[in-house]
């Protein structure tokens, strides 16, 4: 059974501060996405990774997977109430003919104007 | 606007009372997916199709059934819900391998079993 752990679970923070959540797994996965769902929605994608080491910019997000494809981590630069939220992350997989996700329970995200 | 559709948003009814959820997406997608979603327990996998007339079971089938005769509709029904699968379900489309699976969710159902 394919895992993934999100750190926090929970994060309160001011506007303007930075932060970072991680997820973490020991499988190793062919792609790793973001989403986020706010409340009332379903998750919404923001980002895959695809390539070990890959850093992608999505305005003040920075997303990256870990060389060695267990690990990604999203960093959110002057964060903004608006980037309040659930952050969900993903790892695809394949095998036994279908193509699969594993999600992870989410990060918590609230940010206090 | 490329979307996933789901009817009812919102649902209360009594144990026992069969109930089917539905499904839609305009984007041609072949995979299609139910989830539930928990406090401390995260998105977890009903049942997917990867195609027309095939389905099969994910993480948490139980008290569920689906179909797949349309691409484009998956409902999700349950013949005798329990108070125990009240939860938020979203319904997702995806079009693997080219795009990674990405899913597109639609915007949820709320249901409460009484």
């Known amino acids: 059974t394919q895992l993934l752990e999100q750190s926090p679970q929970f994060l309160s923070i001011q506007e303007g501060e930075n932060l970072t959540v991680y997820c973490n797994s020991s499988s190793v996965f062919s792609s790793l996405q973001w989403y986020r769902q706010e409340p009332g929605e379903g998750p919404v994608l923001l980002v895959t990774?695809?390539?070990?080491?890959e850093v992608k910019k999505l305005k003040r997000l920075t997303f990256q997977f870990g060389d060695a494809r267990k690990d990604s981590s999203l960093h959110i630069t002057a964060a903004q109430p608006g980037d309040t939220g659930l952050y969900l992350c993903a790892g695809g997989w394949s095998g036994g003919g279908a193509d699969g996700l594993t999600f992870g329970k989410g990060t918590h995200l609230i940010i206090q104007p | 606007e490329a979307q996933v559709t789901q009817n009812p948003r919102y649902l209360i009814t009594v144990t026992g009372k069969k109930l089917t959820v539905t499904c839609s997406q305009n984007m041609n997608h072949e995979y299609m997916s139910w989830y539930r979603q928990d406090p401390g327990l995260g998105l977890r996998q009903i049942y997917y199709s990867m195609n027309v007339e095939v389905t099969d079971k994910g993480d948490v089938p139980e008290g569920y059934k689906v179909s797949r005769k349309e691409k484009r509709n998956f409902p999700l029904i349950l013949e005798s819900p329990s108070p125990n699968q009240t939860s938020l379900y979203f319904c997702?489309?995806?079009?693997?391998?080219?795009?990674?699976?990405?899913?597109?969710f639609g915007p949820g159902t709320r249901l409460t079993v009484l």
């Open positions: 990774v695809v390539t070990g080491g």
């Open positions: 997702a489309s995806s079009q693997p391998p080219q795009k990674y699976n990405e899913q597109f």
